[in-house]
């Protein structure tokens, strides 16, 4: 990474703790639930052992990259809307493929350290209907038989809910028992919570969405797992094991990133280890995310 701190080095090979910035009357925080340690050259399949030798800031004592498992809350005024829910109280290691080892759990409390209780949060909008975004949405809340937003209406988009057969087939069944009775779908465009529209961006899923935040002349675009690493903001062709479609998302991302350097516009990356917020410079030499010190 070009002009690369010894912060931001450290920052590339931790999770991310809780972090807030504010667009106007908008706090938007991001909330922890645990963390993922990836196989790199299987989660970027076009990416080699000497990519990854040369950039060893990204990666772990074991060679894994490192990211980010959680949500993002939006806040205005009284009210609180959550995107995605974390992975919930449960760990899974992977002998092969790009996921190596994965844990959450840690979303309750870190909601309660923001000064929030789960029934503050009205909504739940997910990006897509991965086991590491339902997370708490299909988990029973601490010491309770019901999930952790059982009173939330679930939003996601058309398209997403309309393939939950993927899902099924994927051994996920009781999650979409769980979800379906709160489940209210949302199209490209509509506004789901002061400031917050949802975009449908397809590729990484089929009915991928994306999250548009706008507040005090900025706006912030939570654009899930369209991007996994900040690695693929200066190789946007490099799509990720996990996508339905990769050149689908490799197309997608390419305009993320262009939209991503505009003025006033900053990215929220939930998996992007400790550097979740930022924005993108072109610089040419290097990664070109430049994450927040808010």
Do not use: N
Request: overall charge negative; glycine content about 12%.
């Amino acid at each position: 990474m070009a002009d690369l701190t010894v912060d931001q080095g450290v920052r590339l090979r931790r999770p991310a703790g809780i972090r807030s910035i504010r667009l106007g009357e908008t706090k938007v925080s991001y909330v922890p639930d645990g963390d993922v340690r990836l196989r790199p050259l299987e989660l970027l399949p076009d990416t080699t052992e000497e990519v990854w030798a040369a950039r060893p800031e990204y990666l772990d004592p074991e060679g894994r990259l490192v990211g980010s498992v959680g949500a993002l809350l939006v806040e205005h005024g009284d009210r609180a809307l959550l995107i995605d829910a974390g992975f919930g109280p449960q760990a899974l290691r992977l002998p092969e493929g790009p996921l190596g080892a994965i844990h959450g759990g840690a979303l309750p409390a870190a909601l309660a350290e923001l000064g929030r209780r789960p029934g503050d949060v009205e909504a739940v909008a997910f990006t897509h209907l991965h086991a590491d975004h339902l997370g708490w949405a299909c988990h029973p809340a601490p010491g309770a038989d019901r999930p952790l937003f059982a009173h939330a209406d679930h939003l996601i988009s058309g398209p997403e809910w309309e393939r939950r057969d993927l899902l099924e087939a994927q051994g996920m069944a009781e999650q979409v028992r769980t979800l379906a009775p709160r489940v209210r779908t949302v199209a490209d465009g509509q506004e789901v919570f002061p400031g917050v529209r949802v975009r449908i961006a397809p590729g990484h899923t089929v009915g991928h969405a994306e999250y548009v935040i706008t507040g005090g002349g900025r706006r912030l675009i939570a654009f899930g797992d369209a991007l996994h690493s900040p690695i693929q903001v200066d190789h946007p062709d490099w799509s990720s094991g996990f996508d339905h479609d990769r050149a689908l998302t490799a197309d997608h991302r390419r305009r993320l990133v262009a939209e991503l350097a505009e003025p006033g516009t900053l990215g929220f990356g939930v998996h992007f280890a400790d550097v979740v917020f930022g924005h993108v410079r072109h610089d040419g030499t290097g990664p070109a995310w430049r994450p927040l010190d808010a």
